[in-house]
């Protein structure tokens, strides 16, 4: 059985989230986000992050799940105090940037108001 990690839920999309999909990327913040930084970001509810994030645990967003890859040093911290981490689906195993967390490159399915966002052991 697996171990859930994290999870939240969308509770709102900023109008340029679909330009970051297109470039294999999702930026997450709490619903408490800056309003410059809201339009990039999906917005979420709650932030319950039980347990540090390691590669090989698996992030589902919706119905859809990815293999994580790499973790950047900030991830953890920056997810646990404002819900903020770059999702970058390009199966790198090392982040470019503190607060990227990395997936397997595969197609990132729409994202929707009310989806779910668990990371699993």
Known sequence: MAEIIYTTEVTKLGESVGEFLEQGMLITFKDNAPQELAEFCILHSE?????DITVGDTLTIGEESYQ???VGEAVNKNLSSLGHITLRFDGSTEADLPGTLCLENKKINEIHVGDKIKIER
């Open 68 to 70: 994580i890859t790499a």
């Open 47 to 51: 932030n319950n992050l039980r347990q």
